[in-house]
């Protein structure tokens, strides 16, 4: 899997791109490199773009992830989750997790995630 991220501290926004397959360890360890970054801040909102990814999970994997992610809490931002129109039975039980234990929603658009951060785009495009 392919990972990528900016942090845009003006805006105090992560936005995250995932692209191709991946697994649960995957996503730990690209939260984890995310962390390391001098310009991290747990409180920056988030908008994690899953549009061109797969994901290969099972049930025991969504549980790791789970504890994992809960050891970051409480979780002080939003999360915008960008997905494909057609995504898997097994992305979306990840996105409904996500949802329970983060202020989260899921959206198909970048537009949509913008407008539900309260962030104006063209700002984000001058980044």
Known sequence: ????????????LIKEYYYGYFKWNDLIQHSLST?????FDETFNVISDFSQAKVLL????????INEYE?????????AIIVSESYDTSMAM????????????VFYTESEAFRWLNIDPITVKKQ
Not at 94 to 105: D, G, M, P, S, T
């Open 71 to 79: 050891k970051y809490s409480p979780i002080l931002n939003k999360c």
């Open 94 to 105: 990840l996105f409904e997790i996500q949802v329970r234990i983060q202020n989260a929603k």
């Open 1 to 12: 899997m392919k990972f990528r991220y900016k942090i845009l501290p003006d805006l105090k």
């Open 35 to 39: 962390r390391n970054d001098p310009n």
């Open 58 to 65: 099972n049930i025991k994997d969504l549980d790791d992830y």
